[in-house]
């Protein structure tokens, strides 16, 4: 609600691998009776409008159901009126986005398509991680001039602290790169 209140787009991650789960990857106990209902009540309790989709690793998009994920949840969320998006790492057959990791494609795909990573070698908090690990002001315009000259998007993560707090540290690089951009903005998405 928060989110939707500040005019933005709700969207939830989803991990396919667990490897704590006593059934995981088994086809019919992990996948049917337990991560397809949680991605089930994901959309219902929250109508995202992204389900992003990851740890896929070592199976293809039929062991994880995902053309019946996919279209389970396009079919609800038509039927309550919203949309969902989904990215390429579910492996259904027709993802609406291609997710490069850390690095810009040497050529854009032919559908929508991002470049995502940490700000620096994790996606999450790190306490190992210093800022000289994080990567600098002139190199995150460029990596997003890059991307975005190729029709991509560029999600840049930051990992909060467990109480939401992100540090100075963090924060730092991504008010820098805010301030330096000056050209119109309108291409990035």
């Known amino acids: 609600d928060a989110v939707r209140r500040r005019g933005h787009q709700f969207g939830c991650y989803y991990s396919l691998l ?34 992003w989709g990851d740890g896929h690793w070592g199976h293809p998009g039929g062991h994880w159901r995902a053309d019946a994920i996919v279209d389970e949840t396009r079919a609800y969320a038509a039927a309550h009126g ?36 940490g700000l620096g070698s994790s996606f999450c908090v790190n306490r190992n991680e210093t800022i000289d690990d994080f990567l600098s002001t002139a190199e995150i315009v460029a990596m997003l001039v890059e991307t975005v000259a190729q029709g991509g998007n560029f999600p ?14 963090k924060a730092r690089p991504h008010h820098r790169t805010g301030r330096g951009i000056t050209a119109p903005t309108a291409a990035v998405t």
């Open 156 to 169: 840049l993560y930051i990992g909060p602290n467990a109480d939401g707090t992100i540090t100075a540290d």
């Open 82 to 117: 919203f949309e969902t998006v989904f990215n390429d790492r579910f492996f259904a057959s027709d993802p609406d986005f291609v997710t490069f990791e850390y690095d810009v494609p040497a050529s854009a795909p032919d559908r929508p398509w991002e470049v995502c990573r």
């Open 18 to 51: 667990d490897w704590s789960h006593a059934d995981y990857p088994d086809p019919q106990r992990y996948v049917d009776e337990f991560m397809r209902p949680q991605i089930r009540e994901l959309v219902e309790r929250f109508e995202p409008a992204l389900l």
